[in-house]
């Protein structure tokens, strides 16, 4: 099971950005409740996002409105990593 990992859950959709500041490199992952589960499970989950290497700042869209589960991780790596989130409207 994945132990090592941040995790928020928010409501958000298509007319909003979820802002994530991250103090390390790391994964940043929206997923919908049954992925969260498969994530959980170490089974194979779809999600938005990816990992972010260089960019301590990433904004993700929702491709629909929906309750999300954002996951913050180091993919297995040793390390800490922390995160800031903040839902914006847009323009």
Same mark, same amino acid.
């Given at each position: 099971? +994945? #132990?090592?990992?941040?995790?928020?859950?928010?409501?958000? *959709?298509? %007319?909003?950005? !979820?802002?994530?500041?991250?103090?390390?490199?790391?994964?940043?992952?929206?997923?919908?409740?049954?992925?969260?589960?498969?994530?959980?499970? +170490? #089974?194979?989950?779809?999600?938005?996002?990816?990992?972010? *290497?260089? %960019?301590?700042? !990433?904004?993700?869209?929702?491709?629909?409105?929906?309750?999300?589960?954002?996951?913050?991780?180091?993919?297995?790596?040793?390390?800490?990593?922390?995160?800031?989130?903040?839902?914006?409207?847009?323009?």
């Amino acid at each position: 099971m +994945n #132990e090592n990992y941040l995790v928020s859950e928010l409501d958000a *959709g298509p %007319e909003e950005v !979820v802002e994530v500041k991250l103090s390390a490199p790391a994964n940043v992952m929206l997923l919908t409740a049954s992925d969260y589960t498969h994530y959980r499970n +170490n #089974e194979q989950f779809n999600y938005y996002g990816g990992h972010f *290497g260089n %960019e301590l700042m !990433v904004n993700l869209t929702p491709p629909h409105q929906g309750h999300w589960y954002l996951v913050v991780d180091l993919g297995g790596l040793p390390g800490r990593v922390s995160a800031y989130i903040s839902i914006k409207k847009t323009a």
